[in-house]
């Protein structure tokens, strides 16, 4: 408009015209925050910022809150100045918002909000959300594997590792050598019958080979790292089921009066610790 001067009236970033706002600004003596991280990450007892910084305000000593968020539930973390709850000997705010945890734990994984009250500003109050993820390592997994396996039979082999976060993957080996998700993928293990599930820990032959037994161990791994079970054998073994009826039917031939015994009578067995099959001792001569 003719004659009319437009008067511009900074603050904090903000900017007014004579008859309203400016094209582009933002309401006069607004609080604004924002975040360097809305998504922060750490490793357990490791130190972690959660930055909470004002963008604008006016108001001289605002009220800053922090709440820790889990199952839908807000607990104060930073309330009237101090900090309290979980947190109270292991976080401080640094000026004038941002919080900072040290020592973290696998506890503090949650959802944060950060709360600022201006009460001199035209709009008084804002937020903003920061999610916090603090990994933990996994620990040794729980490995358990058949020490001993038919030719042809079926075998499992399982791994377990619960208090990593996030949730373990895992590997196996043989003889130190990575088993493959997919045996055809690899010279060494094409002709395998086996799955390999990497989010259980499940490793399962569904026809054992020769060639399948050796050192087996699995590592559970994560973001924050990985650890390993020991090495456990397992042993593949030939039941010579038709030697042995041979020696029962020589023995019935030759009038001994004998009757086909049941498992571990004449013969000495050995069941397996994870299998429903039994075996002869190697000293057993057919």
């Known amino acids: 408009m003719p004659g009319l001067s437009l008067l ?8 007014l015209a004579a008859e309203g706002v400016l094209e582009g600004c933002l ?16 490793n ?4 972690i910022e959660l930055s909470c ?3 604008s305000i006016s108001t001289n000593n605002p009220r800053i809150e922090w709440k820790k968020i889990q ?24 000026e004038p918002a941002t919080l ?16 600022v009250t201006a009460p001199n500003d035209q709009k008084i109050f804002d937020e903003i959300l920061i999610s916090l993820v603090v990994r933990v390592k996994p620990v040794v997994p729980k490995c358990s594997v058949p020490k001993s396996v038919p030719v042809g039979k079926s075998a499992e082999l399982r791994c377990v590792e619960e208090e990593g976060f996030p949730k373990s993957q895992y590997q196996w080996f043989l003889n130190k050598e990575e088993i493959p998700d997919d045996p055809k993928t690899s010279p060494r293990f094409f002709n ?7 989010d259980t820990g499940t490793l399962k032959f569904t026809e054992v080979r020769r060639e399948d037994a050796g050192e087996y161990y ?3 791994k994560n973001d924050a790292g990985h650890a390993e079970c020991g090495p456990q054998t397992m042993e593949v073994y030939d039941l010579n089921v038709a030697g042995i009826r041979g020696y029962f039917a020589s023995q019935k031939e030759a009038g001994n009066n004998y009757k086909v015994p049941a498992k571990g009578d004449g013969v000495d067995y050995v069941r397996t610790e994870d299998e429903g099959d039994f075996r002869h001792k190697s000293s057993f001569v057919i």
């Open 218 to 220: 699995c590592r559970a």
């Open 53 to 55: 910084l004002i963008e």
């Open 100 to 115: 900072v945890i040290t020592n973290a734990t696998r506890s503090d994984t949650a959802d944060y909000r950060c709360e």
């Open 71 to 94: 199952n839908s539930e807000p607990s104060y973390v930073f309330f009237d100045k101090r900090v309290s709850g979980d947190l109270e000997h292991r976080a401080r705010i640094r």
């Open 27 to 42: 309401p006069t003596w607004a609080v604004v925050l924002k975040t360097d991280d809305p998504a922060p990450w750490t």
């Open 8 to 15: 511009k009236i900074k603050r904090h970033g903000m900017c």
């Open 44 to 47: 357990e007892f490791e130190s």
């Open 192 to 198: 395998s019958s086996y799955m390999l599930n990497g």
